[in-house]
């Protein structure tokens, strides 16, 4: 899992004091297999849009918000890291009484990462807040582990998930997934390293 990410947008459009504020904290998780396979998921988010203070001709703030995530999987994780993106919508209308009509929808059109797109309804914000949080995983790495002996069977492979801001083989921020090599003495005297998955990752 990587460290949370988050942001935050302010406004002080339609304010005599305080302030609109617009955020969004997002987690993700990124793992691979031993396959090289990865997948990146938004595992959870913490969010906030508000109005505060006092405001010109004392008219209602009207806030409308609207949130939409897209992951993603890539076959070949070494080459091609997997990618995530958030989408939080947050704007605000000036109106009497809050009576006016007001909303905001997050969409990835044809499930592009490209997006996302924010959509208003309910007439023209006076502010808007929209936040894009976004997440490249770090390639999958892969060891092959050392081969043993003739017949024998070599040190075991693994399959490692880097995590950023973290360091330190096999302590934490690493996703492993493990495999079980074995050497083959071939008449000729050549071998071959075989790998077998023996079991899936874990954090």
């Not at 990124?30 to 090289?36: E, G, K, L, M």
């Not at 905001?104 to 309804?121: A, H, I, K, Q, R």
């Not at 060891?143 to 998930?161: F, H, I, K, M, R």
Request: net charge negative; charged share 10%.
């Amino acid at each position: 899992m990587h460290p949370s990410e988050s942001k935050t947008q302010t406004g002080t459009v339609g304010h005599t004091s305080g302030f609109h504020a617009s955020s969004r904290q997002a987690t993700f998780t990124c793992t691979c297999n031993t396959s090289c396979y990865q997948t990146c998921d938004v595992q959870s988010t913490s969010t906030d849009c508000s109005d505060t203070g006092g405001t010109v001709e004392n008219l209602c703030h009207k806030m409308a918000s609207g949130m939409n995530s897209l992951g993603s999987s890539s076959a070949d994780g070494t080459a091609t890291p997997a990618r995530c993106v958030v989408g939080w919508g947050c704007v605000e209308r000036a109106c009497q009484f809050c009576a006016c009509s007001l909303g905001v929808e997050v969409s990835f059109p044809m499930n592009s990462l490209g997006g996302p797109d924010f959509d208003v309804t309910g007439g023209t914000p006076d502010w808007i807040g929209n936040l894009v949080i976004e997440e490249q995983c770090s390639a999958c790495q892969e060891d092959a582990g050392s081969p043993g002996g003739g017949g024998g069977v070599g040190d075991p492979g693994t399959l490692e998930q880097i995590e950023p801001g973290y360091g330190g083989s096999g302590g934490g921020g690493y996703t492993w997934c493990y495999t079980s090599c074995t050497y083959y003495t071939k008449p000729d005297g050549s071998g071959v390293l075989t790998c077998t998955p023996t079991n899936i990752c874990g954090y």
